[in-house]
């Protein structure tokens, strides 16, 4: 093999290994206790994290499932190390509910913006959702209320 790919590939399982080990840090686990956790012996992590070895597919697999860790981070150094599966989840449950009702992003961003800068608004949204999760007449008057007002601005 050419002495520079060689030098290359080492230098990639370093610095892979170098963000493997920076999860593992971040999330406060020392290198005996992953590998307790993973099913790995100790002398394969430390390879790992010391790019002295491939990391395997399984061991990327844990880090993923186990930590939200965002591969690409892992191999490219891009992006964020660890992925917010919560937010995610919240953006596709948005982009379903903006499709179904047929709300625009400026509709979005309007009630956003509202919500940001409008104490009132702040709790009128959150008694609105405190209503709804608690008190179905509550909530019903409610948005015979806010129906009634769409008359107003139509």
Sequence with gaps: MNKNIKEELSKELKDIGARVREIREAK???????????G???????????GERKVSV??????????NANLEYIFTGNGKMFIDKAGEE????????????????????AVLKTYINSESAREFINQ??????????????IMNIVAGMRVLFD
């Design 28 to 38: 406060g686990y020392s290198m005996s206790k992953l590998a307790a956790m993973s």
């Design 40 to 50: 790995y012996q100790l002398k394969s992590v430390s390879n790992y994290e010391l």
């Design 58 to 67: 399984e061991y990327l697999k844990f880090l993923r499932d186990k930590f």
């Design 90 to 109: 919240k953006k596709e449950i948005l982009s379903l509910l903006m499709e179904k009702y047929r709300v625009e992003d400026k509709e979005v961003e």
């Design 128 to 141: 609105f959702i405190k209503a709804k999760n608690k008190d179905k007449r509550a909530f019903e008057y």
